[in-house]
């Protein structure tokens, strides 16, 4: 791994009262109209999971959930009042086809709340992927995804490995959530940071078998594990405590697979995933015109929702968004789900340009998308300065800042770039006036609001 350079932050004074102007920003930028845009109401179809309302008086029984007795789980009684249900229950109840969840939302406190300090019965390590992954689940029968810190805060990925080979980290899975929602999508699931006990809250309480039979003391006395999976899941590469701490990220599960089945698309600009074949798209510049032409992209905001996509990920250095997930019970007409971040945030000093490609191939993006990433450049909304204030709301901000500055820097850097692309399509499109408008209109509902310049 490489080494960055992070500027020391000795004066803690000036550091706090520059983490309180950020936050001042970060409020001013989620109460601007651009993040207030008035919507109507959702449609009883539109929403992913429902509770029925009314039932007859032979049917209440089954209205509430009353758990079994099990050790470690609380008894609960649940109800449809949603003042009865815990705050991963209110979460999964508040997906719609646009939006994972609301853009003032009074649950995402407490839920992220429940990640960070909620007690672990049970810990499983996940089936499927390729890096380690642990199923975590609390008293209250929420479930969570764990990921384990695999490198160190100022290391960047080595220049000499693939996209395919990186390690999936921690702060990654954090940062994206963040970033997700300064960027106004709301399509990642909440994530939070938390030290766990890697003894009493993974060793002690698994009764995964597998996972058991990994766990080994260091030299110097440190618990570790490496679990099974295709990459990184052996002694060399164990994950370890300090002495016993273990850093990590924790996601709230999406609804189960029975209740709210998801379909999974291939990306049209997947990469080749080898080190000697290019993909198609990287050949053949007019690539875009054939993927137009192609359901789901033909119609609706598919395309438009994969360019947001494709902006999230450029701007932390995503390359390994092969595929990506949808709710099948909205269709082709709902949003995509920005799950697997954990590759993102690997290299600050380098930009990927090729991630961008199917903006500059396609020349089309939302101009709501477009109007607040011109907002995200102004010195009172700065990115990088937002960034960093929410990123300070999350519990392992107090063990260090959860990205080095240059990756925040980076940050405004690719903002510019993604802005000069649009820029270029708009200059494009009035040289070639072929009638194709480089925006998709979806601010019908505001007035006089700046534009970017270019």
Not at 71 to 88: I, K, Q, T
């Amino acid at each position: 791994m490489v080494k960055s350079h992070v500027r020391p932050l000795s004066d803690k004074g000036g550091k706090n009262a520059s983490i309180e102007s950020d936050l001042l920003k970060l409020e001013a930028l989620f109460g601007h109209p651009l993040y207030n845009m008035p919507s109507p109401p959702v449609p009883e179809e539109d929403w992913l999971l429902r509770v029925k309302p009314k039932v007859k008086a032979s049917e209440r029984s089954s209205q509430r959930w009353v758990s079994a007795s099990q050790d470690g789980y609380e008894d609960v009684h649940w109800n449809s009042s949603s003042s009865s249900h815990p705050p991963w229950l209110r979460f999964h109840l508040g997906i719609s086809r646009w939006q994972l969840y609301p853009h003032h939302d009074p649950n995402m406190e407490p839920l992220t709340q429940q990640l960070a300090t909620h007690r672990i019965v049970s810990t499983v390590q996940k089936s499927g992927g390729t890096q380690l992954k642990l199923v975590m689940s609390f008293p209250n029968y929420g479930q969570a995804m764990f990921k384990p810190m695999k490198q160190e805060r100022d290391e960047e990925t080595n220049y000499n490995l693939y996209y395919f080979s990186d390690f999936e980290r921690h702060n990654a899975e954090i940062a994206a959530f963040h970033l997700d929602r300064i960027l106004g999508y709301r399509r990642i699931p909440p994530v939070a940071g938390r030290l766990v006990d890697v003894v009493k809250e993974i060793k002690d309480i698994t009764t995964d078998r597998k996972l058991a039979r990994t766990f080994f003391a260091s030299p110097v006395g440190n618990e570790c594990f490496y679990g099974q999976c295709s990459y990184y899941c052996s002694t060399e590469h164990a994950v370890c405590g300090r002495p016993r701490d273990l850093e990590g990220s924790l996601a709230v599960m999406l609804p189960d697979l029975s209740l709210a089945r998801r379909r999974t698309w291939r990306s049209p600009w997947r990469r080749s995933y080898s080190r000697s074949k290019l993909a198609k798209w990287e050949t053949e510049p007019e690539y875009c015109s054939t993927v137009k032409k192609t359901p789901p992209y033909d119609k609706g905001t598919r395309l438009v929702d994969f360019i947001d996509m494709v902006i999230l990920d450029f701007l932390m250095s995503n390359m390994d968004r092969h595929h990506y997930e949808t709710f099948e019970k909205f269709g082709n007409n709902t949003f995509l789900l920005h799950l697997d971040n954990g590759r993102a945030f690997g290299r600050h000093s380098k930009d990927e340009p090729s991630i961008l490609t199917p903006l500059k191939q396609c020349c089309r993006i939302r101009r709501s998308t477009w109007l607040r990433l011109g907002l995200l450049t102004l010195p009172q909304y700065r990115l990088s300065d937002v960034m960093r204030a929410s990123l300070s709301r999350d519990p392992l901000h107090k063990v260090a800042p959860l990205l080095a500055e240059p990756h925040l820097t980076a940050l405004d850097r690719r903002l510019k770039t993604v802005l000069g692309t649009v820029s270029r399509c708009q200059k494009e499109q009035k040289r070639n006036d072929n009638g194709e408008d480089v925006f998709y209109e979806d601010t019908a509902s505001l007035k006089d609001v700046a534009t970017p310049s270019g």
